[in-house]
């Protein structure tokens, strides 16, 4: 298992450095997934093909969800991407009581310098449930967001939002506005990917280079840090495959809470769903418990080094978008008015907030509509905004709405 997240570890690292000098940024935003999916092939590819990630993100960028998310899972089926051959498949969740996530997550944040969220780079309800408790953090004492997706970020501290060169992953709407959150709220924004030579040893410097930007300055500051799949395991068993939340741990001496996001979360192909997954019922993210040992739910077992493990309901949809788009009211329903729109089908949506400005900036949200009978509507917050729709083509119309 260590050796496959160090693996997966540069790889990725290797994937985000390439898409960003593919120009992926200037591709982003101008093409419907009729034109994205072509570049997705039928054939299970290698899994170190970086070239995949492009078309995969780049329908997260535009809201179709469960359509990346489905062929990430077609194209990602090899063991380095499954969990469940190392699952205790016989688990018995009668044993176990589920308690609120959200409020067993904040009561350990009283008690911890640092928060480690992980995620799944082509999960955007990842990065929508820790937007959620971005403000309970603040009120708790945390000021810093130190985001592994992020290549610079002096000007996302500057701006108070993030643009489309400022990291690969940042460009899904979902990142953006955890970003945009979290700057609103007064946090200080965090780049500590390693870069260049230190990829050689990327999991020991992006520890380090959390430790030299917050904590050598700030020694009693509280930090979240949002890192990608197995970045966040504690396990210090085997010293040379130590990865970066266990480095931090070590550079530190503050004894992280981590948490795990990829795993209990459910699938389109259900195939992919971990093999627990159909026993468990809860309408909102829940942490598992045994009720004799009231130890935390692993999956892993013993391999696991994370301290607890969220579950996140099954994915329902609401107005033809994701349920948990709407959950905690961040966001409410904006219904598009199609009698307006005059371009041919299929079209892109794109809500850009009014008051950002320059180039490369990232939709608030974006969604795909596929004829006049598409009722997927944007997922907005109150405010002003300008949208702009535009079809394969390159025809554009852009209309600014004020939202209430």
Not at 127 to 145: A, I, N, Q
Not at 155 to 183: H, W
Not at 259 to 274: C, G, M, R, W
Request: aromatic residues 14%; glycine residues 4%.
């Amino acid at each position: 298992m260590k050796n496959r997240a160090l693996f997966f570890s540069v790889v990725i690292a290797f994937i985000q450095l390439n898409c960003i000098a593919q120009g992926f940024e200037r591709k982003v935003y101008t093409r419907t997934s009729k034109e994205i999916l072509k570049e997705i092939p039928v054939k299970q590819p290698r899994y170190t093909d970086h070239q995949l990630f492009n078309p995969i993100c780049e329908l997260l960028c535009i809201g179709e969800y469960s359509v990346s998310v489905y062929h990430y899972d077609k194209i990602n089926s090899n063991p380095l991407f499954s969990f469940t051959d190392s699952v205790e498949h016989s688990t018995d969740m009668i044993n176990y009581k589920a308690i609120s996530a959200k409020d067993y997550i904040l009561e350990q944040a009283k008690n911890t310098q640092i928060i480690i969220f992980n995620e799944n780079h082509n999960q955007s309800l990842n990065r929508f449930y820790v937007h959620t408790l971005l403000k309970s953090f603040y009120e708790l004492g945390f000021r810093y967001l130190a985001l592994e997706a992020l290549f610079t970020d002096s000007v996302v501290n500057k701006n108070k939002y993030p643009l489309l060169t400022d990291g690969f992953y940042i460009s899904d709407p979902q990142f953006a506005n955890m970003v945009r959150e979290a700057c609103s709220l007064g946090f200080r924004i965090v780049k500590y990917e390693a870069l260049g030579q230190q990829l050689k040893n990327r999991e020991y410097f992006q520890a380090l280079n959390i430790k030299q930007q917050i904590f050598e300055n700030d020694p009693n500051a509280k930090a979240i840090i949002y890192c990608g799949y197995g970045h966040g395991d504690e396990s210090e068993v085997d010293t040379a495959k130590m990865m970066m939340a266990a480095r931090l741990k070590r550079l530190t001496g503050i004894n992280p809470f981590t948490i795990e996001q990829q795993f209990l979360i459910n699938h389109p192909d259900h195939n992919y769903d971990p093999s627990i997954y159909g026993s468990i019922r809860s309408n909102y993210p829940v942490i598992f418990f045994n009720k004799a040992t009231k130890a935390p739910f692993i999956p892993f077992g013993s391999h696991s080094s994370y301290d607890v493990y969220v579950y996140q309901p099954a994915i329902d949809y609401k107005i033809d978008r994701p349920i948990w788009l709407f959950n905690e009211n961040i966001y409410k329903p904006f219904e598009i008015e199609k009698q307006k729109i005059t371009i041919a089908y299929p079209v892109l949506v794109m809500a850009y907030v009014a008051d950002e400005e320059g180039n490369f900036l990232i939709p608030f949200d974006c969604v795909e509509l596929k004829s006049k009978k598409d009722h997927k509507c944007l997922a907005l917050k109150p405010g002003n905004y300008k949208l702009v729709i535009r079809n394969d083509n390159n025809q554009e119309q852009i209309f600014d709405i004020s939202f209430k």
